[in-house]
């Protein structure tokens, strides 16, 4: 697209709905949100940027091939599922830091599982969006 | 511990997922992994062989409330035969499939099949089978699809849409049982459903059970997807559909209708007639065709009939005949498959009128397709014929002789069909073979290929041979689960961890 307001906005936009996404995927436990919705929105933020600038562009700023999000998430999520064991305690239980972290606050066994679905998200859609795009 | 399964196939499909342009490796690695996963399954089994029910409530949430995963005799022998026939399929895909196909995932999405399904085999909780259900439903859509022909395209289409027709009756069924009890864990449901007055409605859902499991396992108004798709896909894909897709609609079946909806007489009756024309239905179909991989689709018709037939009479020798013949179908029908690839490998066709000769030319691997052929139709000594005398034998005692005529009609079909696939794919002199067929034939292949294909096929016969001639262990195995299938006590107490109240 060749609009120069669109163009500029969007610069601005990638690094903000990547914050968003972010901050999205971190108060998942108990409010709205989470990896699913965090990871549909960083993936957004990506897709506008590819409008305006191009595939090859936002390909060269994600670097790593989309693909191989998905596995990277799945095992994100495998390893808070079998963390439990370790521990001697059933499959998925949630496990937890006894001291809150500065400014995220509680941090369990469930944001990984999170950040797993949030990569897995984001390497789906993108892979999918990225590959139509490319035919088109 | 007694996820381990599940855990591993997830993460046997997550490893092969980083290996995505290296086929060769992954190759490999899917053999490994599903020798491993037979290793796992087995270990479970003798587990649970020997110290019973296993349960663990997953997240530590408490039984009613969370999801309880639960191995029972009838879980783990699932999951070992779905393990057999995953560690079968993929020494046999490495074999035979082209490049083009396993580039875009096939083993990671094989192994998360496996997964699927024995997620299902294991789960103690209604609306957890249902996400397992459509775990398997995406990866076999995948696996269906992959070469995107237009021909499979047409038979993943019509799988995909009846399928998610069940998945959504099945969905409405889970909505009636929880409104009716305010519970998904089967355990518990079984022992509300119990008490309730309103039997009208319990009927109902179990009428809605019926007709989602039913399409999902190709019972008999509601088959015509299995012979429209079966025979798309390449022989390796087909073989795990055949041995374990539709069988999981029948374990659904067998587990819910044992556990919650008990010996319900009007679904008997149902349920009787239904495999009454399924037998004759696939039967007949399997007669007429003349592509044998959808004469093979029809013949999984034929005997999904048997196993509903024993679930119709609903006594326990007659759910012992069912397992029985669950854990034999299961063996052969993938090995079925296996067959016909490999005969579509040799010939370049599956057309019964083109093929010929093979026992002039290949008299040692057709002994050793004879062995899957004539277990299927039950021939005394192989694993077939036990299964249907028990069926039988529950049959007359119940004096359900309706069911019994049509049970031994179904066996003189499949004999008469096996019959006439043996004297014109083995015996005839083949006339006119087309010289061309995509990709390499038999014998142009690298001996290890060859090995790949002709081992997997060698050990199910095997394994058949075995349930045919140690037929004694089989029968003490089926008799346990049943014993447990129709006195669901001990599961109920196993989940819920207390004495269950029986009214």
């Not at chain 2, 490495?94 to 396993?102: D, Q, V």
């Not at chain 2, 067998?254 to 008990?262: C, I, K, V």
């Not at chain 2, 079909?413 to 004297?423: E, Q, S």
Request: aromatic share 14%.
């Amino acid at each position: 697209m060749k609009s120069l307001i669109f163009k500029t906005a969007s610069s601005y936009l990638l690094p903000l709905l990547l914050l968003f996404s972010i901050f999205i995927l971190l108060r998942g436990h108990y409010l709205p949100g989470g990896g699913f919705v965090g990871g549909l929105m960083a993936s957004i933020a990506f897709l506008i940027h590819s409008f305006a600038f191009g595939l090859k562009e936002t390909q060269s700023i994600i670097k790593i091939n989309p693909g191989y999000l998905m596995p990277i998430g799945l095992a994100f999520a495998v390893g808070a599922a079998i963390a439990p064991f370790f521990v001697d305690a059933p499959l998925l239980k949630g496990l937890w830091f006894e001291e809150p972290f500065r400014f995220i606050g509680m941090v369990g066994s469930a944001l990984i599982f999170d950040i797993g679905v949030y990569l897995v998200v984001i390497g789906a859609t993108l892979t999918i969006i990225f590959s139509i795009t490319d035919t088109v | 511990m007694i996820v381990l399964p599940i855990i591993f196939q997830f993460i046997a499909g997550t490893i092969l997922l980083f290996f995505w342009r290296k086929i060769n490796l992954q190759k490999v690695l899917s053999i490994l992994f599903s020798v491993i996963g037979l290793g796992i399954s087995i270990w479970l089994f003798l587990q649970v062989w020997e110290k019973g029910i296993m349960v663990t409530q997953s997240g530590d949430w408490k039984a009613p409330f969370g999801i309880s995963i639960v191995a029972d005799t009838f879980g783990v022998t699932m999951v070992l035969l779905s393990s057999i026939s995953g560690l079968a399929v993929s020494i046999f895909s490495t074999g035979s499939m082209r490049k083009e196909r396993l580039a875009f995932g096939f083993f990671p999405i094989f192994h998360f099949l496996i997964m699927g399904l024995q997620g299902a085999f294991l789960t103690g909780d209604i609306f957890n089978l249902y996400v397992w259900f459509e775990v398997v439903i995406i990866s076999s859509f995948v696996l269906l699809t992959l070469g995107g022909k237009k021909q499979q395209l047409e038979g993943a289409l019509k799988y995909v849409s009846l399928n998610l027709l069940a998945s959504s009756l099945f969905l409405i069924g889970i909505g009636f049982i929880y409104g009716l009890t305010g519970s998904l864990n089967m355990a518990d449901v079984a022992i509300k459903l119990d008490g309730l007055q309103n039997r009208g409605l319990v009927s109902v859902t179990s009428g809605i059970f019926l007709v989602a499991f039913g399409i999902k396992s190709a019972i008999f108004p509601m088959y015509f997807w299995l012979p429209a798709s079966y025979h798309t896909p390449p022989p390796a894909v087909s073989a795990i559909f055949a041995g374990l897709l539709t069988k999981l609609g029948i374990y659904a079946m067998l587990r819910t209708f044992t556990l919650m909806f008990g010996g319900d007489e009007f679904m008997g009756d149902i349920m009787v007639v239904l495999a009454a024309l399924t037998i004759l239905s696939g039967g007949l179909g399997a007669i007429l065709q003349q592509n044998m991989g959808k004469v093979f689709g029809y013949l999984i018709i034929c005997h999904i009939g048997f196993l509903i037939a024993g679930l119709g009479i609903y006594t326990e020798l007659a759910i012992m005949g069912t397992i029985f013949y669950l854990i034999h179908d299961i063996i052969v029908k993938t090995n079925l498959f296996m067959v016909s690839g490999l005969i579509l490998k040799i010939n370049g066709t599956q057309d019964i009128k083109e093929l010929g000769g093979m026992y002039k030319n290949f008299p040692l691997l057709s002994l050793l397709m004879a062995i899957p052929l004539f277990s299927l139709v039950g021939i005394p000594p192989l694993s077939g014929f036990w299964a249907k005398i028990f069926l039988i034998q529950a049959g007359l005692e119940t004096k359900d002789f309706f069911l019994i005529g049509f049970i031994v009609l179904g066996s003189f079909l499949t004999l008469w069909v096996i019959a006439r696939l043996w004297g014109e794919v083995f015996w005839k002199n083949s006339v006119g073979l087309p010289k061309k067929a995509n990709g390499l034939y038999f014998g142009q292949m690298p001996l290890i290929d060859q090995w790949l294909m002709v081992f997997p096929i060698f050990l199910l016969a095997a394994i058949s041979l075995y349930i045919g001639f140690s037929a004694e262990n089989i029968i003490l195995l089926s008799q346990k689960i049943s014993s447990e299938l129709m006195d669901p006590t001990g599961y109920i107490e196993a989940v819920l961890g207390l004495k269950a109240i029986t009214p």
